[in-house]
């Protein structure tokens, strides 16, 4: 079973996936202060949903 963290906004139907190894590659790149001026202009301009999932190949 798949399990993900909830980064950005509320749950939607629409999933994006992308890979970000390893794990806190994408939290840090949310948080990092030279994507603060973008991440403010995207949020002011939209509405977004992130979360985190873990991925996992079942069919090995």
């Known amino acids: 079973m798949a399990r993900h963290?909830?980064?950005?906004g509320e749950d939607d139907g629409?999933?994006?996936i992308i890979e970000w190894p390893p794990?806190?590659?994408a939290?840090?790149?949310i948080s990092d202060p030279?994507?603060?001026p973008y991440l403010k202009a995207r949020t002011?301009?939209?509405n977004?949903?992130?979360f985190l999932m873990e991925g996992k190949d079942?069919?090995?």
């Open 5 to 8: 963290e909830r980064l950005e």
């Open 14 to 16: 629409l999933r994006v």
């Open 23 to 25: 794990r806190d590659a």
């Open 27 to 29: 939290p840090a790149f």
């Open 34 to 36: 030279g994507y603060a």
């Open 44 to 46: 002011a301009g939209s």
């Open 48 to 50: 977004s949903h992130h």
């Open 58 to 60: 079942d069919f090995v």
